[in-house]
């Protein structure tokens, strides 16, 4: 079973606040096998001390080197890594990415058939995986929490989604030690992506009085800290803050999910390379203002009080404020994208699920009005 509507809040995943150096104490006993899986090269070091020293009484194998917005090729490939070591627990370290890529495979590694098979309906997940702990190194996604894989399918030139209860990690470690060394670029990117999870479950149709609730603090500490923790790496305090707003922000979509802002970034992910969270930014201002009309007046006073701000265009023009002071494009000129390419941004973003977890009817029309308002 996976979340469909707004008739119930559920999340198992296990939150430890703890230093990824203490994640031994979370396996369950001396004789548990585990693999670690990493990205390409920043938490090289890390799981090698894992290997080495941390778990050393363990049996443990890695896995680097996961890609950035992994495709059914390589999630199949992590998958394939993971059948043929059997561990009895996998950690992921490693932003969205890898932990997506990490949860997946130890989903699909005791089920038949590869990725594929379950991204496109062909095949139903019936039963748990291998446990996974989930350890972020961006404050951006929530992927340590949520129950999704984002996955690029290059032969139908988009991004899907596995989604299942199953896919809940056991464990998500919150360590902000692993975010104080996030490059500026890489904080401002994840960092809108949560910002924007945050503002697009608030207003989500699968919102619950518990997703709201997240959301507005959410929202409240990423206004607040997203700048700083970019612009001064060494405010830790700051970055401390992002790690916890980004994970509330994973919460919230874990349940409400994402709406037409991210429906409509994934064309320009997959077609244009464009950063997950920067392409989120472009389209958020727009949607803000063309949900207001949509959105219950006590959830927009809130939302007003909570961002400090007297309207819901003023709120967009905060969050384009927030854009140019942390470096990201506001145009998607800037990113290579011309008015030819419009309407393939379009076919491409009316993704059923997301743009009908929309609060208001989104149109190809409004669609094609709101991207050439940021070309
Ligand atoms: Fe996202």
């Known amino acids: 079973m996976s979340q469909t509507g707004n008739d119930r809040y559920y999340n198992p995943t296990e939150i430890k606040w703890i230093t990824w150096q203490q994640i031994g104490k979370l396996l369950p006993s001396a004789k548990t096998s585990v693999l670690v899986i990493s990205g390409r090269s920043a938490m090289r070091k890390q799981a090698e001390t894992l290997q080495a020293e941390i778990l050393k009484d363990h049996e443990v194998r890695l896995l680097s080197g996961v890609s950035s917005d992994p495709s059914i090729l390589s999630v199949n490939a992590a998958l394939e890594t993971v059948r043929k070591i059997q561990p009895d627990w996998v950690i992921a370290l490693g932003g969205?990415?890898?932990?997506?890529?990490?949860?997946?495979?130890?989903?699909?590694?005791?089920?038949?058939?590869?990725?594929?098979?379950?991204?496109?309906?062909?095949?139903?997940?019936?039963?748990?995986?291998?446990?996974?702990?989930?350890?972020?190194?961006?404050?951006?996604?929530g992927s340590e929490v949520t129950p999704y894989a984002s996955i690029t399918d290059h032969e139908r030139m988009t991004k899907l989604s596995l989604s299942h209860d199953y896919l809940f990690p056991q464990y998500a470690v919150l360590d902000p030690q692993l975010i104080y060394s996030l490059p500026a670029k890489q904080m401002a990117i994840s960092g809108m992506d949560a910002l924007s999870q945050a503002i697009?479950?608030?207003?989500?149709?699968?919102?619950?009085?518990?997703?709201?609730?997240?959301?507005?603090?959410?929202?409240r500490i990423i206004l607040t800290n997203l700048e700083p923790a970019v612009r001064h790496p060494e405010d830790i305090a700051a970055r401390k803050a992002m790690l916890n707003g980004s994970n509330l922000a994973g919460l919230v979509i874990?349940?409400?999910?994402?709406?037409?802002?991210?429906?409509?970034?994934?064309?320009?992910?997959?077609?244009?390379?464009?950063?997950?969270?920067?392409?989120?930014?472009?389209?958020?201002?727009?949607?803000?203002?063309?949900?207001?009309?949509?959105?219950?007046?006590?959830?927009?006073?809130?939302?007003?009080?909570?961002?400090?701000?007297?309207?819901?265009?003023?709120?967009?023009?905060?969050?384009?404020?927030?854009?140019?002071?942390?470096?990201?494009?506001?145009?998607?000129?800037?990113?290579?994208v011309t008015e030819q390419d419009i309407d393939t941004i379009v076919a491409g973003g009316f993704r059923p699920d997301r743009v009908g977890n929309n609060p208001r009817k989104v149109t190809e029309s409004a669609l094609r009005k709101l991207l050439k308002e940021v070309l």
Not at 97 to 118: C, F, I, N, R
Not at 204 to 217: E, R
């Open 96 to 141: 969205g990415s890898v932990l997506d890529t990490a949860k997946a495979a130890s989903l699909l590694a005791s089920h038949p058939g590869d990725v594929h098979d379950y991204l496109r309906g062909e095949r139903k997940v019936t039963h748990a995986g291998i446990p996974v702990i989930a350890v972020p190194t961006t404050a951006g996604t």
């Open 200 to 219: 697009e479950g608030y207003s989500a149709n699968a919102s619950t009085p518990v997703t709201d609730a997240l959301a507005l603090q959410a929202i």
């Open 254 to 336: 874990s349940n409400a999910r994402t709406t037409a802002v991210h429906a409509a970034s994934y064309p320009l992910t997959v077609r244009f390379s464009v950063p997950h969270g920067m392409a989120c930014g472009f389209l958020l201002p727009g949607f803000i203002e063309y949900n207001e009309p949509s959105l219950e007046a006590e959830k927009r006073s809130a939302l007003l009080r909570c961002a400090q701000v007297e309207s819901m265009t003023e709120l967009a023009g905060v969050v384009k404020e927030l854009q140019r002071r942390i470096g990201l494009p506001e145009r998607l000129s800037e990113v290579g």
